[in-house]
């Protein structure tokens, strides 16, 4: 074990090979990079316009992890770690929410082995995920309708005395310039709501992007109740009229819930 030098302890690795670095909010906070000077790799790593975090894994393996102090299991955006080429990032596994279901969603992809290899963009020099870049694709969404929460859910579970009233909010995690979610309105008191609503997507990273889709219940008393999620690899997204089978906020797939969506790039 090394000396603490503003804070970060530095450890003396057995490999130049490996990167150790934590989280800080939604930035990356490096502790150990290899033989470069500790107080200049942070204030690369820190500034998330350079390019230094993509140079250094193409020559490095990186490992990014949740900070101590989130002593409530709660998760960083891992695809801030990702778009800058990190091989390794962990998150709080016994949370639940967002940032865990885009994690998710990344690994379905290759069979959800395990293992999603890593775009040929994130091995050029010159790729920076902040800059406007030309959009490659558009995706376009089409939401139709979705069943299976009165076979799944207790009757009174959203609303005491009627029907729910569902909408659905899709959208896309990526880079900056791509992220974004809309919704459909609500439609009332159907257990089998049916919105066919479009939506479009213009991608400019779409190698990097994973679709999101979430379903709410609105309520004008209180927060809208959960009615499922899911989130798909846009890289392996298959086009056409398609059966979505959704999620709870565990991750874990409904027996019944699902919706009927259609893709297609433009």
């Known amino acids: 074990m090394g000396s603490k030098s503003n804070g970060s302890k530095r450890v003396k690795m057995d490999s130049d090979l490996v990167v150790r670095g934590r989280?800080?909010?939604?930035?990356?906070?490096?502790?150990?990079?290899?033989?470069?000077?500790?107080?200049?790799?942070?204030?690369?790593?820190?500034?998330?316009?350079?390019?230094?975090?993509?140079?250094?894994?193409?020559?490095n393996l990186l490992r990014i992890y949740p900070k101590g102090t989130r002593i409530g299991s709660s998760n960083y955006n891992p695809l801030v770690g990702w778009m800058h080429g990190a091989q390794m990032v962990a998150l709080n596994m016994q949370g639940q929410g967002k940032h865990l279901w885009v994690t998710e969603g990344m690994f379905r992809a290759n069979g959800g082995c395990g293992f999603v290899k890593k775009p040929d963009l994130l091995l050029n020099r010159d790729?920076?995920?902040?800059?406007?870049?030309?959009?490659?694709?558009?995706?376009?969404?089409?939401?139709?309708?979705?069943e299976g929460w009165h076979s799944d859910f207790h009757h009174t579970h959203f609303d005491l005395y009627s029907p729910p009233d569902f909408y659905t909010r899709v959208g896309i995690?990526?880079?900056?310039?791509?992220?974004?979610?809309?919704?459909?309105?609500?439609?009332?008191?159907?257990?089998?709501?049916?919105?066919?609503?479009?939506?479009?997507?213009?991608?400019?990273?779409?190698?990097?992007?994973?679709?999101?889709?979430?379903?709410?219940?609105?309520?004008?008393?209180?927060?809208?109740?959960?009615?499922?999620?899911?989130?798909?690899?846009?890289?392996?997204?298959?086009?056409?009229?398609?059966?979505?089978?959704?999620h709870d906020q565990k991750g874990e797939r409904f027996k019944s819930v699902r919706l009927l969506m259609g893709f297609r790039f433009i």
């Open 127 to 146: 790729f920076d995920p902040r800059e406007s870049l030309p959009i490659k694709t558009t995706l376009q969404v089409q939401i139709y309708m979705g």
């Open 173 to 246: 995690a990526g880079v900056p310039a791509d992220t974004r979610m809309m919704e459909t309105t609500a439609i009332e008191d159907q257990w089998i709501p049916v919105w066919d609503k479009v939506f479009e997507f213009p991608l400019t990273v779409p190698e990097l992007a994973l679709l999101r889709i979430e379903v709410m219940e609105y309520d004008t008393s209180k927060t809208p109740d959960f009615g499922g999620q899911t989130c798909l690899p846009l890289a392996e997204l298959r086009t056409g009229i398609r059966c979505v089978p959704l």
């Open 23 to 59: 989280d800080d909010g939604d930035e990356l906070f490096i502790e150990d990079f290899g033989n470069e000077a500790e107080d200049e790799q942070r204030t690369m790593a820190l500034d998330m316009k350079s390019r230094f975090n993509n140079c250094e894994t193409q020559r």
